[in-house]
């Protein structure tokens, strides 16, 4: 089930509002020009900013995510109507072929088992035409990012219209690796909170190399994410011709 944060309607309406420096969006956007991509499944598209990004640039995007609300929310954009949005988990429809397949975001890290994990990469395989791309990030865990999860290191605002003034943040609950848990709270005015509960697993580059290797995948190209240098890792595996 996704995270309340993705699933209530109140804080999928929000969500955009207090995470508003997608920069990091135009390097995927940028990446998928130089590899040629005209079609492509966004999986974990959440509110929809980036799959609607790459179709207004005349890409194909099918854009799958598990929440309502945040589909919802994708769906009234402006260009919401340029996007074939699913509602649902990736290897519930048979999609494809397409040039790319990408995950922005934490999305890579909210398949918590083995199982889940390999599934997913399997079903993105089969996604692709051969010589198509399977792109996303991760976090890396040698920057043990979680140390900063707290409060006053987190702790963002924004005055949204028809709703007022909204405030967030994330506290660390659980760091048992490779899952870490964390807890994002919003608050409304200064009367109301609402809390939601996450937990990512945080894999390794040796760990996701293999599991790539096992799904078909040439030997992935392996970078650091531009807006997030030494924190995140980026992988590009290609499927064989």
């Known amino acids: 089930?996704?995270?309340?944060?993705?699933?209530?309607?109140?804080?999928?309406?929000?969500?955009?509002?207090?995470?508003?420096d997608r920069s990091d969006l135009e390097e995927?956007?940028?990446?998928?020009?130089?590899?040629?991509?005209?079609?492509?499944?966004?999986?974990?598209?959440?509110?929809?900013t980036f799959a609607i990004l790459l179709?207004?640039?005349?890409?194909?995007?099918?854009?799958?995510?598990?929440?309502?609300?945040?589909?919802?929310?994708?769906r009234a954009k402006p260009g919401g109507t340029n996007v074939n949005w699913l509602?649902?988990?990736a290897h519930s429809f048979t999609l494809g072929p397409v040039d790319a397949v990408t995950m922005t975001?934490?999305?890579?890290?909210?398949?918590?088992?083995?199982?889940?994990?390999?599934?997913?990469?399997?079903?993105?395989?089969?996604?692709?035409?051969?010589?198509?791309?399977?792109?996303f990030e991760t976090r890396?865990?040698?920057?043990?990012?979680?140390?900063?999860w707290r409060r006053d290191a987190t702790y963002r605002q924004a005055e949204i219209d028809g709703v007022g003034a909204v405030a967030c943040w994330e506290e660390l609950t659980s760091a048992e690796l490779p899952l870490v848990s964390f807890r994002t709270t919003f608050e409304f005015g200064q009367d109301e909170s609402v809390i939601s509960e996450s937990t990512l697993r945080f894999r390794g580059r040796d760990e996701v190399v293999a599991s790539l290797r096992d799904?078909?995948?040439?030997?992935?190209?392996?970078?650091g994410a531009a807006d997030r240098p030494n924190l995140?890792?980026?992988?590009?595996?290609?499927?064989?011709?």
């Open 55 to 74: 179709a207004s640039r005349g890409v194909q995007v099918t854009a799958v995510d598990p929440a309502e609300a945040s589909l919802a929310v994708a």
């Open 87 to 89: 509602l649902g988990e």
């Open 1 to 20: 089930m996704p995270d309340r944060l993705f699933e209530v309607p109140r804080l999928a309406a929000v969500y955009d509002a207090l995470d508003s």
């Open 28 to 48: 995927y956007a940028a990446l998928l020009e130089r590899l040629s991509v005209s079609s492509m499944v966004d999986i974990g598209c959440g509110t929809g």
């Open 105 to 135: 975001g934490n999305v890579a890290q909210v398949f918590l088992t083995d199982d889940a994990w390999d599934g997913l990469v399997g079903s993105a395989f089969k996604m692709l035409r051969p010589g198509g791309y399977l792109i």
């Open 140 to 148: 890396d865990p040698e920057a043990k990012a979680w140390q900063t």
């Open 215 to 223: 799904a078909g995948f040439d030997a992935p190209d392996i970078r």
């Open 232 to 241: 995140e890792l980026v992988f590009v595996a290609r499927r064989p011709t």
